[in-house]
């Protein structure tokens, strides 16, 4: 059995790099340290404007961000969707009975939630943010326009890595509902995470048709 796992800001501010051979002796695709410390330190590089830095969420993130901000908006941003397109060993499934977990995929676009993170705390509130998501190598952090009816925003999201073993696309039908319907991992149920990415994009006003159709197949498979 999984032992379910709470992913909120105690875990990751508890969760040191210490005992990281230990934990993930023997898993593959699991960052280092230092690979993480080297991503976030690029992302960190690239930051133009210390005062409008901002995280761009449209998963997990959008209910269970973990990490402190000051202020949030809707917004959308072009060239990428979000898409079930990352077999999950860990989060939503495990090696024996993978699940499906989201990314930024390219192509189209994505309406989403980003956050603003204040001047002062940018270093340490990323450096949660880079815990939370560079966990594996599956996402590319990657600075992205974010327009909102206001005005533009930079922000950092996290595109996935098509040359990645577990990127996924065009998978049967019949094989995604299974997999939603059966895997769960340490942060719970596949089909969990689908209905709650659901459910708060049409609390945001945000309607995402696809995972509305996703969502009521799996709900009709599972009875």
Avoid at 75 to 89: P, T
């Amino acid at each position: 059995m999984t032992t379910k796992i709470e992913l909120t800001r105690a875990h990751l501010v508890k969760d040191d790099d210490r005992d990281w051979a230990s934990r993930y002796k023997g898993m593959s695709d699991i960052a280092s340290p230092a690979e993480r410390a080297g991503a976030l330190r690029n992302a960190i590089d690239a930051i133009q404007d210390w005062d409008a830095v901002w995280a761009f969420a449209y998963g997990s993130l959008m209910w269970n961000p973990a990490f402190h901000f000051d202020n949030q908006t809707v917004g959308k941003i072009y060239g990428l969707h979000r898409a079930f397109c990352l077999r999950s060993h860990i989060g939503r499934g495990t090696p024996q009975q993978p699940g499906l977990m989201l990314g930024l995929d390219r192509g189209g676009s994505c309406r989403g939630l980003a956050y603003h993170i204040s001047r002062g705390s940018v270093e340490g509130e990323l450096d949660l943010l880079f815990k939370r998501e560079m966990l594996t190598r599956i996402y590319k952090p990657t600075w992205v326009t974010v327009h909102t009816p206001e005005h533009q925003l930079r922000a950092l999201t996290f595109v996935v890595d098509r040359d990645n073993d577990r990127y996924t696309r065009n998978l049967p039908e019949s094989e995604q509902l299974e997999m939603f319907a059966k895997a769960s991992g340490q942060l719970g149920p596949c089909h969990e995470y689908l209905f709650d990415t659901v459910h708060h994009l049409e609390e945001l006003g945000i309607v995402d048709r696809s995972l509305c159709r996703l969502a009521t197949k799996v709900r009709d498979y599972m009875r």
